[in-house]
């Protein structure tokens, strides 16, 4: 009997909460004596020890630092930035044979505070790295700042994390990529703060006909490299149902011939996926059948109301 009754204990126990917390703006959250403010475009995501602003532009993130052991092999530039003053720019090159490098700033601390570290994709040590500091205010005190915090973190939005607050409505065409297709009356197309695919995934929301309030959602990902050619993807590519990490499927895969032309990886890096909830895997297969090769000059591009 003990067996049983701890599995259902384990069953009913309620699941951890998540580690990163999200919330549109506008709001105004502080750490250590800094402000960050997001506007209604914009959302804030709060963890132990830090707050990250995404916006249409890019996203950067405030943390109290840890220190770096390897800071003394960086190259080091004390710079003034427009609302914290005195900063330091950290500089770590990927290795000689490419001008990539990681920048992060560090701004010293202050009246107690803790000091606290930057991080962009977008910094380059460029003066648009001082635009995107220009986000953080120094403070005294936390007055004006939001109640966006543990443990109840009122307001929060978990899509906030991935999504952008506002969907386009249909009828138009989106191209993402190399890929194009119709979104019809109907239907409403969000898109992804950032991926890891040159053109951001976006998520089509269309009303299912038999839960009336549950709307389907399908998510594009892909693909990573511009796609060649012109005409319906379904004619080159073969479509699969596989489970990853966030559910269900539809991977539309290059044929073999074309991966192997392009190298033995490539073919994964010109992959196409459609996610979708259980219950979904027809309408996942119907968007595929719309999805087709686009050139970039594609007049229907230029009619896309989300580019």
């Given at each position: 009997m003990i067996a049983p009754l701890v599995a259902l204990l384990l069953l009913q126990e309620p699941p951890p909460p998540p580690v990163t917390h999200s919330r549109y703006g506008p709001l105004t959250q502080c750490l250590g004596g800094y402000a960050v403010t997001a506007g209604a475009s914009e959302a804030i995501l709060a963890m132990e020890g830090g707050i990250t602003l995404m916006t249409?532009?890019?996203a950067f993130h405030l943390h109290i630092d840890e220190g770096d052991p390897y800071r003394s092999q960086q190259q080091r530039t004390d710079i003034e930035a427009p609302t914290l003053g005195n900063v330091i720019r950290y500089q770590r090159s990927y290795g000689a044979s490419t001008p990539d490098r990681l920048?992060?700033?560090?701004i010293p601390?202050?009246?107690g505070h803790p000091a606290m570290t930057v991080n962009s994709g977008g910094f380059d040590g460029s003066a648009r790295d001082l635009r995107i500091l220009g986000r953080i205010a120094r403070i005294e005190g936390e007055q004006g700042c939001g109640n966006f915090r543990g443990p109840a973190f009122p307001?929060?939005?978990?899509?906030?994390?991935?999504?952008?607050p506002f969907s386009t409505p249909?009828?138009?065409?989106?191209?993402?990529?190399?890929?194009g297709f119709p979104v019809l009356s109907g239907e409403a197309l969000q898109i992804a703060w950032y991926d890891d695919y040159d053109g951001p995934s976006v998520r089509l929301s269309s009303p299912n006909p038999v839960v009336r309030l549950d709307p389907i959602h399908l998510v594009v990902h892909g693909p990573i490299?511009?796609?060649?050619?012109?005409?319906?993807v379904a004619t080159a590519y073969r479509p699969r149902v596989e489970t990853m990490s966030d559910g269900p499927n539809v991977l539309l895969m290059p044929?073999?011939?074309?991966?192997?032309?392009?190298?033995p990886d490539q073919r994964y890096r010109r992959l196409i996926?459609?996610?979708?909830?259980?219950?979904?895997?027809?309408?996942?297969?119907?968007?595929?059948g719309r999805i087709e090769f686009v050139a970039r000059s594609d007049p229907r591009c230029l009619g896309d109301p989300t580019r």
């Open positions: 249409d532009a890019d920048t992060t700033y560090l601390s202050s009246a307001g929060e939005t978990p899509q906030a994390a991935l999504w952008r249909g009828p138009f065409y989106r191209c993402q990529n190399g890929v490299d511009t796609a060649n050619g012109a005409g319906p044929p073999r011939a074309a991966s192997e032309r392009r190298g996926r459609i996610a979708f909830a259980p219950g979904q895997e027809a309408a996942a297969r119907a968007l595929a």
